[in-house]
């Protein structure tokens, strides 16, 4: 049989992919929204429902970043609310293994997993900044090179508590000794319709890799060119077998956007009408701050770049924004606009991410399915930039067409969603 | 005005569908909210989780899940409990409780169990600072204007900067203002050292009495503590928490008792008696300025509350003394709480 596409929903975050200033930008906060988006997403057969998380507002110059969306409600408790209003969407909730104690979670999730007969997912992230560690009791206690370690441990110790009841409802004692968590006791939900919570993992680094291989039912990626893509699933599906997995026990899901048009062209123009609206001239400035690590308030968006140097590691920003080399990008961004004569809000425009798939709904019907079967990824989760109607159009004209070529479900065959995902139930490990 | 609540407690249930059931039977007979328990002791849900699963399933009823403070991160629960709110349109309680054994504090391997008073202590710093984080948004921050490209005002954001006895905070919150303002926070005040803790920061407080001198005592105390805080006493609703078994018939199942009132058990006072005479208990109570409602938990969770609505409380809005439909929304609207002025509103950030 072809391989079968999988398909998420993410909600719009706190970035400036989601363009607020749209009349059609409806609340970031209330329930209704959140409502919309599952159902559009449970009319699509999609597999997931996808929330992010942050748990420190972000930082600018000292000062709380204002020109995206700020501000977003705790996932675990909309998706319990979102179970009641959906009936088989898989629900993810994205959530830090740092600031967070595996007997808590591990309950909060197994609960989510009984509320929602068998949908949970948990899309385990490993930030553990100080900045962030500021809201918390432990503080911002753990080395860069641990969190891995503390994340590989938490989701062995949370998969223990699942398994400390027996399948036939008997709760027996566990105990667990380990570098970070040393608990023991009874857990106090029975195991859950679905064994284990979906564990869902987003991270690039090679030892985030190696956890996923390791550990995680899927992987949430930022590639999405083709040949990006196509690397990075080899390099992961690679990695399976030494920890005696098949290939199919991990899927590959990249984040994407997809701007639908009529036509090619009106497409394409209205791709280029998103990201002139994603980078209003207040973003264009913030972001070259961000590279040059300077203040560059007096500069004028619709002028030239700054002719001098980035200033490295200079921590204006804090909180989730990372940009690699800025010296080496300044030097492209300056080179970029010097050959196309772009101003500094061009040049960001030009030099941005770019939507991953722009075109009418049959060819990216064609594009989504030629990615997946050329093992770029095993399907995507879509991140629409408005709230709450960013994905109508395409669950309206693309499901149809990924459904006519037989790569995509039409209807849900299993009510879990392990078994949206073609993934076994775990052994349980008494 | 009566305040009644109910505990929608089930031992070894575990499905949505249950707890769906009695919270819609509670908004049926127009109750104020009802109340779900939550400990790391025994086998149960997580308590927040099961009413946000509730919460769309109803409309009116005010929904309160204990979240204990011991054990858990402070951040994280006010963040969960601002968005109850979120997603029950205003309708969110908490009821905050400790977790005091050393087998609770075995499941977690941070701290030991510390004696109570130094919980409650910690309670009350945790009531407090989750009341800062739902005032670190001004409720006017969202302004999304365009020619400025800024979509809050941050001057209407505020670092809380708290620094308790063992933790501290920098905030803002991550969740925008809830609907309330600050969600309804309940303590259960029958022990001395979490009556402290209710008084100051309660808007809600639970008293295990078995008679109306008692619990009016209680109040009398807990209102002069209020005061002693600098907080108006009247923003302060002391209910009665009672077992309420209402028995096979409709009057007294235990002839003499329950004409006779409550009395104590172990598992705190007991009602047993017929849905009438427990409309005659409430009525009376209540008129004595004893208390300003009732906290019941059904002995058999189902029937009782059956008897509860269909029983009690139509007889109690036949006398004129319970609402027949909620005018309002939101549970502080049911329990008569204005919305707080937010305490940062007007200070730089
Ligand atoms: C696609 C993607 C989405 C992510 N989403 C979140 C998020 O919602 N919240 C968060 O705290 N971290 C998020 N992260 C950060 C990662 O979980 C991880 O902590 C970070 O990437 C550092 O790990 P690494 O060095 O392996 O990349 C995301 C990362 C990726 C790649």
């Known amino acids: 049989m072809t391989k079968q596409i999988h398909l998420a929903a993410h909600f719009p975050g706190v970035n400036n992919t989601t363009v607020w200033a749209d009349p059609r930008s409806r609340s970031q906060i209330e329930f209704s929204s959140f409502e919309h988006l599952a159902r559009t997403a449970e009319r699509g057969l999609f597999d997931f429902f996808f929330l992010a998380e942050g748990l420190r507002l972000r930082e600018h110059k000292g000062r709380i970043h204002d020109l995206d969306v700020v501000g977003r409600p705790e996932s675990l408790t909309v998706l319990n609310a979102l179970a009641a209003v959906t009936e088989r969407l898989g629900l993810a909730a994205t959530v830090n293994a740092t600031f967070n104690e595996p007997y808590e979670l591990a309950r909060r999730l197994a609960t989510l997993d009984h509320l929602s007969g068998g949908r949970a997912a948990w899309n385990v992230v490993t930030s553990s900044d100080a900045f962030t560690g500021e809201n918390f009791r432990r503080g911002g206690f753990l080395d860069r090179a641990d969190r891995y370690t503390r994340a590989a441990e938490f989701v062995a110790t949370a998969r223990e508590l699942w398994d400390s009841w027996t399948p036939d409802g008997l709760s027996r004692p566990f105990a667990h000794r380990g570098r970070h968590f040393d608990i023991a006791g009874e857990f106090t939900v029975p195991r859950s319709p679905q064994g284990h919570p979906v564990v869902i993992q987003a991270g690039d680094s090679d030892e985030g890799r190696e956890f996923a291989a390791a550990t995680a039912d899927v992987i949430f990626t930022r590639q999405s060119s083709l040949e990006a893509g196509k690397a990075f699933y080899a390099d992961v599906k690679r990695r399976l077998a030494k920890y005696g997995r098949a290939h199919g026990d991990l899927k590959i899901l990249p984040g994407v956007s997809v701007v639908l048009g009529d036509t090619a062209a009106d497409a394409r123009e209205k791709a280029a009408e998103i990201r002139r609206r994603q980078t209003s001239p207040q973003t264009a400035l913030l972001t070259l701050e961000q590279i040059w690590g300077a203040d560059l308030s007096s500069y004028d968006p619709d002028g030239p770049l700054p002719d001098f140097d980035p200033v490295p590691d200079s921590g204006i920003t804090q909180g989730r924004t990372r940009r690699g080399d800025t010296v080496a990008i300044a030097e492209k961004w300056r080179a970029l606009a010097q050959e196309k004569g772009l101003s500094i809000r061009q040049t960001v425009i030009e030099a941005g991410g770019r939507q991953s798939f722009v075109g009418t709904p049959q060819a990216i019907a064609a594009e989504l399915d030629a990615f997946v079967q050329a093992d770029a990824a095993d399907g995507f989760i879509l991140v629409p930039h408005l709230t709450p109607g960013g994905l109508d159009e395409f669950v309206d004209r693309v499901v149809p067409l990924l459904q006519e070529r037989g790569v995509f479900r039409t209807e849900y065959e299993g009510s879990t969603l392990r078994s949206h995902l073609g993934l076994a139930e775990p052994a349980w490990k008494g | ?349």
């Open chain 2, 1 to 349: 005005m009566l305040h009644l609540s109910a505990a929608v407690d089930q031992p070894s249930v575990y499905d949505a569908a249950s707890y769906v059931d009695l919270a819609r039977l509670a908004e049926h007979g127009v109750l104020d909210f009802v109340t779900l328990d939550d400990t790391f002791a025994r086998p149960g849900l997580d308590a927040l989780s099961v009413l946000s699963r509730v919460a769309p399933a109803t409309n009116r009823v005010g929904l309160v899940p204990t979240v204990t403070t011991t054990h858990t991160e402070p951040f994280h629960v006010q963040a969960a409990v601002a968005t109850l709110d979120w997603v029950s349109r205003g309708r969110a309680g908490w009821r905050l409780d400790v977790s005091t054994t050393e087998g609770e504090a075995r499941l977690f391997g941070r701290r030991h169990a510390a004696p109570a008073e130094e919980l409650w202590r910690e309670a009350g710093e945790v009531a407090d600072v989750a009341a800062r984080l739902w005032d670190s948004w001004e409720d006017d921050a969202e302004i999304r204007d365009v020619p400025t490209g800024r979509f809050i005002d941050r001057d209407k954001l505020h670092h809380v900067d708290f620094e308790g006895s063992g933790f501290s905070v920098k905030g803002p919150s991550i969740v925008p203002r809830p609907p309330q303002g600050h969600p309804v926070r309940v303590v259960d005040a029958t022990e001395g050292l979490a009556r402290r803790t209710a008084a100051r920061y309660a808007d809600v407080a639970l008293v295990r009495v078995a008679n109306a001198a008692q619990a009016g005592a209680v109040r009398d105390q807990l209102r002069k503590e209020a005061a002693r805080f600098g907080r108006n006493p009247d923003g302060l609703r002391v209910l009665a928490s009672l077992l309420a078994d209402l028995g096979d018939g409709e009057h007294a199942a235990e002839p003499g008792h329950g004409g006779g009132g409550p009395r104590q058990t172990a598992q705190g006072p007991l009602y047993r008696g017929g849905p009438v005479d427990l409309a005659e208990l409430i009525a009376s109570w209540h008129g004595s300025g004893a208390v300003d409602g009732f906290h019941l938990t059904p002995a058999a969770p189902r029937r009782d509350l059956e008897r509860l609505v269909n029983g009690t409380v139509p007889l109690l809005q036949h006398r004129g003394l319970f609402r027949t439909f909620y005018p309002g929304s939101t549970l502080r609207d049911h329990l008569g709480l204005a919305r707080p002025a937010n305490q940062y509103a007007g200070e730089a950030s």
